[in-house]
């Protein structure tokens, strides 16, 4: 079973608008990590934010939000007024066992975010 | 920037050569780690380095292998090259058992042909 799954393989959103990329996941481990990272053409995996699992709150960082509803399994990222910058790869992650696992994170099959002036 | 500096960006390889990759991690960061990332898919896990000895490793042949320094660095080599191992490579660095962010560098492009 695929461990992250992100269903929207291309997504188009008008500039100023918020837009909502998809991520669940699958795991047994009480304690693990959610990440999202954004990779522009240029190819570098920029770390927007993160989610632990034991965390009470959702994770914000500026425009982005972190939809975390743990009993769904589900980490869907919120982008607030999407800006023409914001094009690009979208990737969800996992690190389980977190504190003990190291740097192996699980990436799923990414979301291209396209956003329309 | 994150500090993470790969080279090469750009590399062409023949099938049965061999490839070094290099990374320099950010400072004070004391493990890293290595993905692999083919076209049109998320990174994949090679292995992990920490205090200069492998401790971790995804579903990679032996034929990749590499080495960390004691200032860090890192090297991923990968012998008997094949078609297949065409993808960008990405270095990321990070404190180790801690919980939180990686931190990538742009990665090296291998094209084998």
């Known amino acids: 079973a695929q461990k992250i799954t992100q269903t929207q393989p291309g997504m188009f959103v008008q500039e100023k608008e918020a837009v909502t990329l998809d991520c669940t996941y699958d795991?047994?481990?009480?304690?693990?990590?959610l990440f999202w990272y954004k990779q522009p053409s240029s190819g570098e995996m920029i770390f927007l934010i993160y989610?632990?699992?034991?965390?009470?709150q959702n994770a914000t960082e500026g425009r982005y939000s972190l939809n975390f509803q743990k009993a769904r399994k589900s980490a869907n990222l919120v982008i607030s007024a999407s800006q023409l910058g914001d094009s690009a790869m979208y990737f969800c992650?996992?690190?389980?066992?977190?504190?003990?696992?190291?740097?192996?994170?699980?990436f799923g099959g990414g979301t291209r975010l396209m956003v329309k002036p | 920037e994150t500090g993470v500096t790969q080279s090469p960006t750009h590399l062409i390889k023949t099938r049965g050569q061999q490839v070094t990759l290099r990374c320099s991690s950010q400072?004070?960061?004391?493990?890293v780690s290595w993905y692999q990332q083919a076209l049109g898919q998320g990174p994949q896990f090679i292995f992990q380095?920490?205090?200069?000895?492998?401790?971790g490793r995804g579903n990679f042949p032996p034929r990749f292998s590499g080495l960390q320094f004691p200032n860090y660095s890192s090297e991923l080599n990968v012998n008997a090259l094949e078609l297949d191992d065409s993808a960008l490579y990405l270095c990321?660095?990070?404190?180790?058992?801690?919980?939180?962010?990686?931190?990538f560098g742009e990665g090296s492009r291998l094209t084998v042909l």
């Open positions: 990321a660095s990070s404190l180790a058992n801690r919980a939180g962010e990686l931190f």
């Open positions: 795991t047994s481990d009480p304690s693990y990590g």
């Open positions: 989610q632990g699992s034991y965390d009470q």
């Open positions: 992650a996992m690190r389980e066992d977190l504190y003990n696992a190291g740097n192996m994170l699980t």
């Open positions: 400072s004070g960061h004391n493990t």
């Open positions: 380095y920490y205090r200069e000895e492998e401790n």
